[in-house]
């Protein structure tokens, strides 16, 4: 499509006078390039399944010209056109069916069951379903959202393993949204590990780590059920391996959550690295911080933490993907003092007034996503809770004994 002699994109504006021409021949083929290598995972007669690598386009854009899987494509089957089946985002690794004619691509279009993994942050409930809809951002081409008037969206997902930071999950979409599992996930308050654009970070990934890791479809020609499998990226795995040993639990998975309330606890201890849980409110209680305040919360805390006096005893902090609170992590931080930080911060954040620290379009992902309000309203039951907290208490069995 060109205006006025100019590639343009179908969400380009047009003006009074502009010539637009969209050109409908199906005998339009990529340039190829042969620089570039792309993994077949499988192939026959009608299609062929690639194992993109992360940081690739598949389709040409004005941004992207000749270093696509299209391109790729065009240097293996010249005279062909590139018809892709199923479209992943640049960043997103993994299995992407091309059909190699306009048959084969019309009885796989919507017949195509797809798997992902994906690394976000926190730890997610051991399984779920997430119902929300997904609209357009509207003042963004791009930014997807949760709202009440966008397009159904379910996306079903399971935990396979987790650490302090991280969990992976495997996931079934019920629907097909653009940014579907990327704005679910963020929606709960786990978002994926390197994807600053919906609010994850890249302290360990340079991009949002997600995959295609399995596809199942019928062969348009004989009709024989083929599923074709990727391994999960090193950078992925990475996120969840700590001296080559897989950490599958933590402490915390071996409690009775119900039998304790808002409070700071305990879950784990890895050598000079002690976890904390930061619980605001009362785990499986029916009440979950929303995503907003969790996201002010969470700047206003690393912020005050890391400026204050135990500042290079800080490890980490994050938001629990469960929404009830935050993990902290230290190295040589003594536990009385991890409770008086715990408390200042959250001193700080009840009596803040002024901008949000890092609050901005080029500091912060999802830099919209803030709600000052509500987390200096949802930190104060913790700060009730934390008057007069001992080190005894940090200690889940402490609470049990009580009840």
């Known amino acids: 499509m060109t205006r006025n002699g100019e590639t343009i994109r179908s969400i380009d504006e047009v003006r009074q006078g502009d010539v637009i021409v969209l050109s409908l021949s199906d005998d339009s083929f990529l340039e190829p390039n042969g620089r570039l290598n792309v993994p077949i995972a499988f192939e026959n007669d009608s299609l062929v399944v690639f194992d993109k690598p992360s940081g690739m386009p598949v389709h ?8 696509t899987l299209g391109n790729y494509f065009a240097h293996i089957y010249p005279g062909l056109t590139f018809r892709s089946v199923n479209r992943l985002d640049r960043d997103t690794s993994g299995l992407c069916v091309i059909a190699k004619d306009a048959l084969a691509a019309k009885l796989l279009q919507g017949n195509c069951k797809k798997v992902y993994y994906a690394a976000v942050h926190g730890i997610i409930p051991e399984s779920g379903t997430i119902d929300a809809p997904i609209a357009r951002e509207r003042e963004s081409i791009i930014l ?13 997902y399971k935990r396979l393993q987790c650490n302090e930071r991280y969990s992976l999950a495997e996931i079934d979409l019920e629907t097909g949204r653009t940014h ?21 970070f890249r302290d360990d990934i340079n991009r949002q780590a997600l995959h295609c890791g399995r596809i199942s479809f019928d062969d348009p020609l ?71 305040s969790m996201h002010t919360i969470e700047h206003l805390f690393a912020t005050y933490a890391r400026n204050s006096e135990f500042g290079k005893s800080i490890v980490y902090v994050g938001p629990m993907g469960c929404r009830t609170g935050f993990y902290l992590l230290t190295r040589g931080l ?70």
Request: proline share 4%; aromatic share 8%; net charge negative.
């Open 222 to 292: 004989t009709g024989e059920s083929i599923t074709i499998s990727s391994e999960i990226p090193e950078d992925i795995k990475s996120l969840f391996t700590t001296g080559g040993i897989i950490m599958e639990k933590i402490a915390s998975f071996q409690v009775d959550h119900t039998k304790f309330s808002v409070g700071m606890y305990i879950s784990r201890i890895d050598d000079d690295i002690v976890t904390y849980d930061v619980r605001m409110v009362k785990p499986n209680g029916g009440v979950y911080l929303a995503t907003p």
């Open 180 to 200: 579907q599992i990327r704005v679910h996930f963020a929606h709960i308050g786990a978002p994926l590990a390197g994807d600053e654009l919906y609010g994850g």
């Open 60 to 67: 040409p854009s004005i941004r992207h010209q000749g270093d």
């Open 334 to 403: 003594s536990h009385e003092n991890a409770i008086k930080l715990v408390r200042e911060a959250y001193t700080f954040i009840r009596d803040y007034e002024g901008e949000i620290p890092g609050c901005t379009e080029v500091e912060c992902g999802n830099y919209r996503e803030h709600d000052l309000a509500s987390a200096k309203k949802d930190v104060v039951p913790l700060l009730e809770k934390l008057d007069g907290y001992t080190v005894e208490m940090l200690d889940y069995s402490w609470h049990f004994d009580k009840n």
């Open 144 to 156: 997807r959202c949760v709202r009440e008037d966008g397009q159904r969206a379910v996306t079903h």
